[in-house]
């Protein structure tokens, strides 16, 4: 009920914030991404499980202009690395190590 509110009260200030021209938003973008790229140096890049994704996930950003779809690439790949390292652990008895 408090986000059908939210939205409720969000349609009296749509016409306001559609009134902003989309130039004018480009320097708060510019500073939310460097806020977010911060962030890389926070990523274990000695472990090729979590390094691999980082990577993945920063590189796919500029590639197809969505957070949304380098996210979504980023957590596939984690997954998947990290279960195949998994998978090659519980096989080998725990002689392989990755």
């Given at each position: 009920m408090v986000t059908g509110f939210c939205f409720f009260i969000s349609i009296f200030f749509a016409l306001i914030f559609a009134s902003i021209p989309p130039w004018a938003t480009g320097c708060t973008l510019i500073i939310v991404g460097?806020?977010?790229a911060k962030a890389a140096k926070d990523i274990n890049w000695r472990y090729f499980g979590d390094a691999l994704?980082?990577?993945i996930t920063l590189d796919v950003r500029p590639f197809t202009y969505s957070i949304d779809y380098s996210l979504i690439a980023g957590i596939?790949?984690?997954m998947i690395?990290?279960?195949a390292?998994?998978?090659v652990e519980l096989i080998s008895g725990g002689r392989i190590v990755v």
């Open positions: 460097v806020i977010m994704p980082g990577f596939i790949s984690y690395i990290n279960t390292t998994w998978l």
